[in-house]
């Protein structure tokens, strides 16, 4: 039977954590499966537990550190698969706790600025909807701008999340300029004392330079209005991509100064290794996980289950 609805909210979104990265932990449980029968570690076996945390995308520095860690004084002894996993969980997890920071918004700006941006179909309208409801649950006074101009359903779609959270959406004809959009939902939020103003951007490729250059235009004529705007940009991320994610990060943070991450879809086939190696590259904060497409499969991004999940270590 699958029916989940009686478990917990914790229990159930763990459980589609670490069935996201079974592809992960699987191939790392089969690395070390066979110590059930040699129980000894030897280098040909740190040499898999590498190679399974390079194709799971943790990147060399990240999959080397783990295999020394793992061989450090055990090397040729005695050593179980769960012991195995839990100095890969412990490794992983110290790469992701210093960037694993909550979306700290600050009462001081009134509307405190969240620019959402990503490449097309990352999750960024969906991720919008869900902080939404998580704002307004918090008491807060959302309101949403629509600044995907391009296409008239993605303004339907924010639309719907605007109903659904009570937020009131700021919308233009579609095909109009985004950055104007942008400036006006900053004067009306500002007229209207809303607590926080969510923008939505249109998915762009990262080596687009055209599209680029419109969203460092969107930023520029946000900080007309409010020069300490946006007081966060929120890069959101599609777990399935694996390593594209990398050039991902480059391209916006150089564009827009992202703030904080967001990685999405990691129910489902994930390869949200790629996180660890981004962590380790780029330090930016990791603010949000998200576990399905519903309003509440959002979570605050914790290092210690995000590693365990990885390593295959039971909750
Ligand atoms: N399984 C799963 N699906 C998700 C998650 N987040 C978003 N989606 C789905 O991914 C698809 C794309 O989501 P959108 O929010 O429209 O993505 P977007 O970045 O706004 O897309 P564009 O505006 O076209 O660039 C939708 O079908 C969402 O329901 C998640 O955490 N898990
Ligand atoms: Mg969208």
Do not use: C
């Amino acid at each position: 039977m699958n029916d989940t609805t009686s478990e917990t909210p914790k229990l159930s979104w763990w459980r589609r954590l670490s069935a996201g990265l079974k592809r992960t932990s699987g191939a790392l449980g089969t690395a070390v499966a066979d110590l059930v029968t040699k129980r000894k570690l030897d280098r040909a076996m740190l040499d898999d537990i590498e190679d399974v945390l390079l194709r799971a995308d943790l990147g060399t520095q990240v999959a080397a550190r783990i295999a020394e860690a793992v061989g450090a004084g055990r090397y040729d002894k005695a050593i179980s698969a769960d012991e195995v996993k839990a100095v890969v969980a412990t490794e992983v997890e110290k790469v992701l706790s210093p960037v694993a920071k909550p979306l700290v918004v600050e009462a001081s700006h009134k509307p405190f600025v969240i620019l959402v941006v990503g490449v097309n179909g990352s999750g960024k309208t969906t991720t919008i909807g869900k902080l939404a409801a998580k704002f307004a649950s918090d008491g807060k006074q959302v309101m949403l701008a629509a600044g995907d101009t391009f296409r008239a359903a993605a303004i339907e779609q924010l639309k719907v999340w605007g109903e659904r959270t009570k937020a009131p959406v700021i919308a233009g004809a579609q095909g109009s300029d985004s950055a104007s959009l942008a400036f006006t939902a900053i004067t009306a939020a500002k007229e209207q004392a809303r607590d926080i103003l969510l923008i939505d951007t249109a998915g762009r490729l990262q080596n687009k330079a055209e599209l680029m250059n419109e969203l460092e235009k969107v930023v520029r004529v946000i900080r007309k209005v409010d020069a300490s705007a946006p007081h966060a940009v929120l890069l959101v991320l599609d777990a399935t991509v694996g390593q594209n994610a990398l050039s991902q990060v480059e391209a916006f943070h150089r564009t827009a100064g992202v703030t904080g991450l967001v990685m999405t879809k990691l129910d489902g086939t994930a390869r949200g290794g790629i996180l660890v190696a981004l962590s380790e590259k780029f330090k930016l904060p990791v603010h949000f996980i998200g576990v399905g497409e519903g309003v509440d499969d959002l979570q605050p991004f914790a290092a210690r289950d995000f590693a365990r999940a990885i390593a295959g270590i039971d909750d």
